[in-house]
C-alpha cells in the first residue's frame, strides 16, 4: 500500500480545494490497489470544513513523557502471557547516626525496589464504507480518518490515567495507596489563601511539585481573582486577556498547570496535583498508532490502535483536590 508522508499529525494547515480532492484521490486509488495492510502515515493537510467541536491531544503525555520501546525490552512472567517491563525504583534509605570514635556502625541490607509496566491495547472502532462514497469527499480525509482516531486513542489513555490516579488516592478525607490522606475536600472556591494548601500535599512527602490538572471550566475561576490576590497588575492583565494572554504559561504559583476541555474524565472543581515524573511513572509506548485498512471489493474497513504501558510508581507522588464552595 502507498504511504503518505505525515508532516505533523496535529498541523492545521489550510490547502486549496483542488489540493485536497488530490489528496482524496490518491488515498482511494491506494486502497483500491491494496490487499489489505497498515496506513501509518498520511497527508497533515486540512480542509475547510465545519468542524462540531474542539478535540485536543491527550494531558496524561503531558504529565509523563511516553517513550518508545521494543521487544527486548519486554520481560517474561510466570503466571501470564501479557507483554510487561520490571523497572527498578529507588530503595528506602535507612539513615545515618553519630557513633563514637571508637565504635562500629550497625549492619543494614540494602535491596533495589521493583514495579512492573503492563501494556494495554487501545483501539478505534472499526469503521466500515463503500469505497466508491468517499469519492465525493471536498474535506481531507485525514482529519477525519487519522487526526480524529489519534485524539480518542489518546481520550482513553487519559481515562484510563485517571481512573488509576483515583484508585491511588482512595476516598474523599480518606488514607490513600501511601498510607496518607490524599484525597482532600477543601471548604469554599479557588481563592489564594485556599489554593496555597495544595502545594504543601506533594511537597510534606519531600517530593517537588510536578503539574497540575483541572478542567478549563475550573481554570477560569482564577479570573475571579482581585488585585490584591494577584499582588499586582496581573488581574488587571486577566481582565483584559484571560488566562490565554494574561499568562504566558499557565503557570500558578510557580507551578505549571493544564487545563483540559475533557471535563467528563477531570470534574469541575476538581484539581490533580503530581510530583515531577522522574519521580511519578513510567509512560511506554510499544507500538505507536497505527491505522490498519483492509479492502474487499469495494467495501473498505479501517481502525486504529496503540499499544501501550502506563504505571505509577511512586503512589505518594499524586493528590486530588475538590473545592466545595
Known amino acids: 500500500m502507498e504511504v503518505f508522508e505525515q508532516d505533523e ?52 503525555r503531558n504529565i509523563i513523557t511516553p517513550e518508545n520501546v521494543t521487544n527486548a525490552d519486554l520481560d517474561r512472567f510466570e503466571r ?66 487519522t487526526d480524529n482516531a489519534l485524539k480518542d486513542i489518546q481520550t482513553e489513555e487519559d481515562a484510563r490515567f485517571i481512573t488509576e490516579v483515583d484508585d491511588i488516592v482512595g476516598p474523599s478525607n480518606g488514607v490513600g495507596a501511601s498510607g496518607e490522606q490524599q484525597n482532600f475536600d477543601i471548604a469554599g472556591d479557588i481563592r489564594r489563601v485556599t489554593y496555597v494548601s495544595l502545594l504543601n500535599h506533594i511537597q510534606d512527602r519531600d517530593l517537588n ?44 504559583m510557580d507551578v505549571p498547570h493544564i487545563a483540559t476541555i475533557k471535563r467528563d474524565i477531570v470534574p469541575n472543581n476538581v484539581v490533580y496535583q503530581f510530583t515531577e515524573e522522574g519521580y511519578l511513572g513510567k509512560f511506554c509506548i510499544l507500538s505507536d498508532v497505527t491505522m490498519y485498512v483492509e479492502k474487499r471489493i469495494d467495501i473498505i474497513r479501517f481502525r486504529a490502535h496503540e499499544k501501550i504501558g502506563l504505571s505509577i510508581a511512586n503512589v505518594s507522588g499524586c493528590n486530588k483536590s475538590t473545592f466545595t464552595g
Open 9 to 60: 499529525l496535529q498541523g492545521e494547515m489550510r490547502k486549496s480545494a483542488a489540493e485536497i480532492r488530490q489528496f482524496n484521490q490518491r488515498f482511494v486509488s491506494a486502497i483500491e490497489q491494496a490487499r489489505g495492510g497498515e496506513l501509518t502515515k498520511v497527508s497533515s493537510s486540512s480542509g475547510s470544513f465545519i468542524r462540531r467541536r474542539i478535540r485536543e491531544n491527550g494531558f496524561s
Open 80 to 145: 501470564t502471557e501479557l507483554p510487561g517491563m520490571i523497572e527498578d525504583m529507588e530503595p528506602h534509605s535507612p539513615g545515618a547516626k553519630a557513633i563514637p570514635f571508637n565504635d562500629t556502625p550497625d549492619t543494614a541490607f540494602y535491596r533495589g525496589d521493583k514495579y512492573t509496566v503492563f501494556f494495554c491495547k487501545i483501539s478505534t472502532r472499526e469503521f466500515t464504507k463503500n469505497v466508491d462514497e468517499l469519492r465525493t469527499y471536498k474535506m481531507d480525509l485525514r482529519q477525519v480518518i
Open 209 to 252: 511539585n510536578g503539574v497540575f490538572l483541572m478542567n478549563r471550566h475550573t481554570a477560569n475561576e482564577f479570573l475571579k481573582w482581585d488585585h490584591d490576590e494577584w499582588g499586582g497588575s496581573q488581574a488587571q492583565a486577566m481582565t483584559t486577556g484571560g488566562l490565554r494572554k494574561g499568562l504566558n504559561k499557565f503557570e500558578i
